[in-house]
């Protein structure tokens, strides 16, 4: 039985601020998906946030970058931004980045990460959302996830996944692709993924069975409208067990708060707090950047769960470290490496104060 498990997220109003989404958006959504359930397009679905994002977790029997799933997802973004208007949410509809939809939501704003499968006899995945960071926030979690035998001893001892994965990068600003084979190309891939501004890593395979192994959104919404609209804020969908890592290994590259893009402004470096879905409410300087995670067990396209994987208290010492990383980083206030470097803040008020003291750059005496 083939199913597609769709998972397409945007900020559609923040409550208050940046820091959380409302109560009664998320209900808007489920009322819109309980519709389509009934219906008979979608199989099962689960509404969920990260920070100020609605996420929507559907399955469905429609395959990929489908119009009426896509449309589904916008028709309840734009339900949801009606409503956030009424109650003056902040940034009310910011991720929408066009006025109609056409054919699917690829390029307009909602980060999408959709995966059709062939559901095995036992099925646990698991979603990963972000609030306050950047595509390129999975590249570290999925190296170590999928090519780092120190985080995933299958590798080392699991016959099914000792030939390794294959690592679909995409360079977000050139709209090129490349796959590259780990482990004998790990080096290759590292000059990539290891520049997270510019490469994302949008799916993993099993050399072993071709099967899909993870998936991402790699929309960078800077690069889409000209212009800063808010962070990128990604979602991730992860297979576990069998001929792919165990769910420990999937959560494990989490014990360490990552530096990523985001946090205020979405212009700052900050660490990745893994957290629970209720703890995703960044507030201090915006920030940091959340990850959340839930787990599934898909049977016969139905959500059994979610369970939230993040609420263990052994992710506690990762929520302290990025506490006091984040200490750490604001030390820097204005300056690098907190701040971006230069050539990421093109699409902030850099080019207007370029434009505006050009001319009183003076040339350096020989």
């Given at each position: 039985?083939?199913?597609?498990?769709?998972?397409?997220?945007?900020?559609?109003?923040?409550?208050?601020?940046?820091?959380?989404?409302?109560?009664?958006?998320?209900?808007?959504?489920?009322?819109?998906?309980?519709?389509?359930?009934?219906?008979?397009?979608?199989?099962?679905?689960?509404?969920?946030?990260?920070?100020?994002?609605?996420?929507?977790?559907?399955?469905?029997?429609?395959?990929?970058?489908?119009?009426?799933?896509?449309?589904?997802?916008?028709?309840?973004?734009?339900?949801?931004?009606?409503?956030?208007?009424?109650?003056?949410?902040?940034?009310?509809?910011?991720?929408?980045?066009?006025?109609?939809?056409?054919?699917?939501?690829?390029?307009?704003?909602?980060?999408?990460?959709?995966?059709?499968?062939?559901?095995?006899?036992?099925?646990?995945?698991?979603?990963?959302?972000?609030?306050?960071?950047?595509?390129?926030?999975?590249?570290?979690?999925?190296?170590?996830?999928?090519?780092?035998?120190?985080?995933?001893?299958?590798?080392?001892?699991?016959?099914?996944?000792?030939?390794?994965?294959?690592?679909?990068?995409?360079?977000?600003?050139?709209?090129?692709?490349?796959?590259?084979?780990?482990?004998?190309?790990?080096?290759?891939?590292?000059?990539?993924?290891?520049?997270?501004?510019?490469?994302?890593?949008?799916?993993?395979?099993?050399?072993?069975?071709?099967?899909?192994?993870?998936?991402?959104?790699?929309?960078?919404?800077?690069?889409?409208?000209?212009?800063?609209?808010?962070?990128?804020?990604?979602?991730?969908?992860?297979?576990?067990?069998?001929?792919?890592?165990?769910?420990?290994?999937?959560?494990?590259?989490?014990?360490?708060?990552?530096?990523?893009?985001?946090?205020?402004?979405?212009?700052?470096?900050?660490?990745l707090m893994p957290v629970?879905?209720?703890?995703?409410?960044?507030?201090?300087?915006?920030?940091?950047?959340?990850?959340?995670?839930l787990g599934f067990q898909?049977?016969?396209?139905?959500?059994?769960?979610?369970?939230?994987?993040?609420?263990?208290?052994?992710?506690?010492?990762?929520?302290?470290?990025?506490?006091?990383?984040?200490?750490?980083?604001?030390?820097?206030?204005?300056?690098?490496?907190?701040?971006?470097?230069?050539?990421?803040?093109?699409?902030?008020?850099?080019?207007?104060?370029?434009?505006?003291?050009?001319?009183?750059?003076?040339?350096?005496?020989?």
């Open positions: 039985m083939k199913i597609t498990l769709s998972v397409i997220k945007a900020d559609i109003g923040g409550y208050v601020g940046h820091s959380d989404s409302h109560p009664e958006i998320l209900e808007v959504a489920r009322e819109k998906l309980k519709k389509a359930r009934l219906s008979g397009l979608l199989i099962d679905f689960e509404v969920t946030k990260c920070g100020d994002d609605a996420q929507l977790i559907m399955t469905h029997q429609q395959g990929e970058n489908n119009e009426k799933i896509h449309k589904l997802a916008w028709d309840t973004f734009i339900s949801g931004t009606e409503l956030a208007r009424k109650l003056k949410l902040y940034g009310a509809g910011q991720d929408l980045l066009s006025d109609a939809f056409s054919g699917n939501v690829k390029g307009m704003g909602p980060g999408v990460a959709e995966m059709e499968i062939e559901e095995r006899k036992s099925e646990p995945v698991i979603v990963f959302m972000a609030d306050k960071t950047s595509a390129g926030a999975w590249n570290l979690p999925l190296y170590k996830m999928f090519a780092d035998p120190f985080n995933t001893i299958g590798l080392v001892i699991a016959p099914n996944m000792h030939s390794g994965f294959s690592f679909e990068i995409h360079d977000v600003k050139e709209h090129k692709k490349i796959t590259l084979n780990s482990p004998e190309e790990i080096y290759d891939m590292l000059i990539f993924i290891g520049a997270p501004s510019r490469y994302a890593v949008k799916a993993v395979y099993s050399r072993d069975t071709g099967d899909i192994a993870a998936v991402s959104s790699t929309q960078r919404l800077a690069l889409i409208a000209g212009r800063y609209v808010g962070k990128d804020d990604p979602v991730c969908i992860v297979r576990a067990q069998g001929n792919f890592p165990a769910v420990g290994e999937i959560l494990e590259p989490f014990t360490h708060p990552t530096l990523v893009e985001g946090w205020m402004r979405g212009s700052h470096h900050g660490p629970s879905v209720e703890d995703s409410t960044p507030a201090r300087f915006d920030g940091p950047p959340r990850v959340t995670s898909l049977a016969e396209g139905k959500l059994v769960g979610p369970r939230d994987m993040f609420i263990d208290k052994s992710f506690d010492e990762a929520r302290h470290q990025a506490n006091l990383i984040a200490d750490y980083m604001r030390k820097h206030g204005p300056f690098e490496p907190h701040r971006l470097p230069l050539e990421e803040m093109e699409y902030t008020t850099m080019p207007q104060i370029m434009d505006k003291i050009s001319g009183r750059f003076e040339p350096l005496e020989e």
